[in-house]
């Protein structure tokens, strides 16, 4: 389990998907759908994140 992760949090998640699943389940997939883009999304922000802290910002330019 991550560290951030405990069990009261991970009651919560349970909660909240279950009474979602009750109200919507068509809404329930495209949240998770939706939630899983997030979570890949950060886990490539926290990959680079490192980088960019020892290379500074980007300095790309586009000439028209």
């Not at 939706?34 to 922000?45: H, K, P």
């Amino acid at each position: 389990m991550l560290p951030c992760m405990d069990d009261e949090k991970l009651d919560e998640w349970i909660k909240l998907g279950k009474r979602l699943a009750a109200a919507g389940p068509d809404k329930l997939v495209d949240v998770i759908v939706r939630l899983r883009d997030v979570v890949e999304a950060q886990e490539i922000i926290a990959r680079f994140d490192g980088q960019l802290f020892f290379r500074g910002r980007p300095r790309k330019r586009y000439l028209a």
